[in-house]
């Protein structure tokens, strides 16, 4: 069964930068996307960033556009896929999650998605 597994979270402070890191295993799959939500305390999961795999294109929340960038391992046997956080604000206090389809669909909407990771946290101090 293909198990994705974030990492790369933790603590910082307003303007740093972090690099998460998302990596499937445990089975072969075709992913056609993937992509990072994130949920803050009381609030609904939201789409951060999404990349997709033959093409390498990417998509951003207008949130994060021009802070954040989403790349893909070049070895397409990792599946691997990151999140390069820079210019960290408070707001961006969440736990991140990775996410994969197999399918074309619409990227910001997480019901698409047929994997999930477990989480990392992000927490950005002022």
């Known amino acids: 069964q293909v198990q994705l597994v974030e990492s790369g979270g933790g603590l910082v402070q307003a303007g740093d930068s972090l690099r998460l890191s998302c990596a499937a295993s445990?089975?072969?799959?075709?992913?056609?996307?993937m992509s990072w939500f994130r949920q803050a305390p009381g609030k609904e999961r939201e789409f951060v960033a999404a990349?997709?795999?033959?093409?390498?294109?990417?998509?951003?929340a207008t949130s994060v556009k021009g802070r954040f960038a989403i790349s893909r391992d070049r070895d397409n046997a990792k599946n691997t896929v990151y999140l390069q956080m820079n210019s960290l604000k408070p707001e961006d206090t969440a736990v991140y999650y990775c996410?994969?389809?197999?399918?074309?669909?619409?990227?910001?909407?997480?019901?698409?998605?047929?994997?999930w990771g477990q989480g990392t946290q992000v927490t950005v101090s002022s």
């Open positions: 996410a994969a389809t197999t399918r074309p669909v619409i990227l910001s909407n997480g019901l698409n998605y047929n994997y």
């Open positions: 445990g089975g072969t799959f075709s992913s056609y996307a």
């Open positions: 990349i997709t795999w033959s093409l390498t294109n990417t998509y951003y």
